[in-house]
């Protein structure tokens, strides 16, 4: 029994997004589409342990799910051009074996599904959620879960979403190379976002999601076989794997922070290092230079190929902020380029751009701001300054690992 049920969770993780991705595309409906999927798969959660797995499970789900399709088109007494193909393709019999699992159509679903659930019309927080559902095979509460929202609330974005598409007329397809462009932006941002929560969490218990890191990283490898000649999709990727690299040593025993100085480099990710290098250069082959992603990519490299902290090249990771900062402004850009300042330079020097960004009012309802000035502060020997930043920093963070950082400087200030 168990046998079964297990090759239905590990076939919907890996394969649900090919699925709705091609029923989306046989039914021009997406919420039709992951409606149809989940009843595949709940027949197959009664089938498959009793009948045993097919030999061909894939296949299996999509004519189950084609066959609900054809079933929901006759209720809505809709004999029209779409019963009629579905119809022709499938067979009136419904013989699962009919099917063929073509890797290349379904590669153009998948980019589809990426592209259709990225679409512009949708909020941020709901193209998160509906990737996640749709292409990473997160259910509500697993979504709800990663990112401490309330099953309810991720469930009314991933419905919202869906009529949002319906409405705007929004059509599951790989858009036009023009408007691809303009689109993939999204894309990566989403995949980005849920990346970095998961590798550094919010709020919560721990300080990384290792499996919500890890599905941005698949959705990340997806998207770089489907669109190879994407510099900025390589980029993504490489930022990812390097990033991820350094999982292993960012943590101690019982969970604790360690900060990167302290951090055994051997137990780094050095496969996923290599993987990241080879990303990076595959984007810098493109000669269109590196994007945003791409230039994070390579601050991680520089950190990556040195042997410690002292033997980094700080020098060059300036200028690669610098250069992250006139493609990408952001204030959080500019307070890891006074991390990356004080290291070369030394802290008076980073101190002069965090008080600048702490002037503008910058980043008011995040502890990083006030944690490194902070820290900069302590090392220039204003303890009272220092104490006060890191309170504040204390005050603002979420994050129970990252506050134990915090709470140990304070200590170390007396």
């Not at 919202?160 to 990566?188: D, H, I, N, Q, Y």
């Not at 590196?290 to 042997?307: D, N, P, R, T």
């Not at 101190?351 to 900069?376: F, K, Q, Y």
């Amino acid at each position: 029994m168990s046998t079964g049920r297990d090759a239905v969770a590990a076939v919907w993780r890996i394969e649900s997004a090919r699925i709705v991705g091609a029923l989306a595309r046989y039914t021009g409906d997406l919420a039709l589409a992951e409606d149809l999927a989940q009843e595949a798969f709940a027949e197959a959660l009664v089938t498959w342990p009793r009948d045993g797995v097919p030999t061909n499970p894939a296949g299996w789900l999509l004519t189950v799910g084609r066959r609900r399709a054809i079933d929901a088109f006759r209720r809505r007494s809709a004999l029209d051009e779409r019963y009629a193909v579905l119809a022709r393709d499938l067979g009136e019999d419904g013989t699962a074996g009919d099917v063929l699992w073509d890797p290349d159509r379904i590669d153009d679903d998948v980019l589809a599904l990426m592209f259709t659930a990225c679409h512009p019309v949708l909020a941020p927080e709901s193209r998160i959620a509906l990737t996640l559902r749709v292409i990473g095979g997160l259910t509500s509460d697993e979504i709800a879960r990663a990112f401490l929202t309330p099953t309810a609330t991720v469930q009314a974005r991933i419905t919202r979403a869906k009529k949002t598409l319906a409405a705007a007329r929004v059509p599951f397809a790989v858009p036009a190379a023009a408007e691809r462009a303009e689109r993939l932006g999204s894309v990566l941002s989403a995949i980005y976002v849920i990346f970095t929560e998961g590798s550094s969490a919010s709020s919560g218990s721990e300080l990384i999601r290792v499996d919500l890191a890890g599905e941005a990283q698949r959705l990340a490898r997806v998207l770089s076989r489907l669109m190879p000649e994407e510099p900025e999709v390589h980029g993504l990727l490489a930022l990812l794997e390097l990033t991820a690299a350094r999982f292993p040593a960012r943590t101690g025993p019982d969970g604790e922070p360690v900060l990167l100085e302290d951090q055994d480099r051997r137990r780094w990710d050095h496969s996923a290092i290599r993987r990241g290098r080879a990303a990076l250069a595959r984007a810098e082959r493109s000669g269109r230079g590196l994007g945003a992603y791409g230039l994070q990519a390579a601050i991680a490299e520089c950190h990556a190929v040195a042997a410690s902290v002292d033997e980094t090249n700080w020098d060059r990771i300036v200028l690669l902020y610098e250069a992250l900062g006139r493609l990408a402004p952001s204030p959080v850009v500019d307070v890891n380029r006074a991390v990356a300042v004080c290291m070369a330079s030394g802290p008076a020097a980073a101190l002069s751009i965090v008080d600048e960004l702490a002037a503008g009012g910058a980043l008011p309802n995040s502890h990083l701001l006030p944690s490194v000035r902070g820290e900069l502060l302590t090392r220039l020997g204003r303890t009272d300054q220092a104490r006060a930043e890191l309170q504040r920093a204390l005050q603002l963070c979420g994050n129970e690992r990252e506050r134990s950082v915090l709470e140990r400087k304070l200590a170390d200030l007396g």
